[in-house]
T-cell receptor, first 113, second 110 residues
Framework: KAGVTQTPRYLIKTRGQQVTLSCSPI?????VSWYQQTPGQGLQFLFEYFSETQRNKGNFPGRFSGRQFSNSRSEMNVSTLELGDSALYLCASEPGPGGNTIYFGEGSWLTVV | GEDVEQSLFLSVREGDSSVINCTYTDSSSTYLYWYKQEPGAGLQLLTY?????DMKQDQRLTVLLNKKDKHLSLRIADTQTGDSAIYFCAEDGNTGKLIFGQGTTLQVKP
């Protein structure tokens, strides 16, 4: 059974640009969450999607957005990139909300220059 | 508010037991988790415990939960060099999102 797949794994963007990251959850999982990991702030929750609906949103500016498709795949978008957006973006997959088996992908490393 | 605290660093010798501690504040958590992160990698789910349990054992891993003190620990028996990594505890809070600690770096010396 394939795990959580995130693409791209590494990318470099320039300030002011926008970026789209993709996440394919484990087959059969319908809930996808996104987290940002930085050395200074640690792991912080961005948002959670279930059945194409955003259920929860973390404390991030509106430049951070996401969506989920009917096949449960999810994308997150960051517009007008800032240097501080450089981070590891992790996607988590679980069968449904409130479960006990939350699996993470390998992450997308974003560097903003 | 929701908060999870961990010590930052632990060093042990190969073959010894490692104990990583964590405290949390949200008593409404349903599950508490332990994740492992190796350099350049994502988070690997090691184990989890339901908040009504006191202990859970899974091969070399033992999780102890003291709900009264909001204290969680992860014991790794017979620690190996391959166990060197950062270990995160997390609670699921009252909104379903995971609240993570800062991570404990485990160094295993041969």
């Amino acid at each position: 059974k394939a795990g959580v797949t995130q693409t791209p794994r590494y990318l470099i963007k320039t300030r002011g640009q926008q970026v789209t990251l993709s996440c394919s959850p484990i087959s059969g999982h319908r809930s996808v969450s996104w987290y940002q990991q930085t050395p200074g702030q640690g792991l912080q929750f961005l948002f959670e999607y279930f059945s194409e609906t955003q259920r929860n949103k973390g404390n991030f500016p509106g430049r951070f957005s996401g969506r989920q498709f009917s096949n449960s795949r999810s994308e997150m978008n960051v517009s007008t990139l800032e240097l501080g957006d450089s981070a590891l973006y992790l996607c988590a997959s679980e069968p449904g909300p409130g479960g006990n088996t939350i699996y993470f992908g390998e992450g997308s490393w974003l560097t903003v220059v | 508010g929701e908060d999870v605290e961990q010590s930052l660093f632990l060093s042990v010798r190969e073959g010894d037991s490692s104990v990583i501690n964590c405290t949390y504040t949200d008593s409404s958590s349903t599950y508490l988790y332990w994740y492992k992160q190796e350099p350049g990698a994502g988070l690997q789910l090691l184990t989890y415990i339901f908040s009504n349990m006191d202990m859970k054992q899974d091969q070399r891993l033992t999780v102890l939960l003291n709900k009264k003190d909001k204290h969680l620990s992860l014991r790794i028996a017979d620690t190996q060099t391959g166990d060197s990594a950062i270990y995160f505890c997390a609670e699921d809070g009252n909104t379903g999102k995971l609240i993570f600690g800062q991570g404990t770096t485990l160094q295993v010396k041969p």
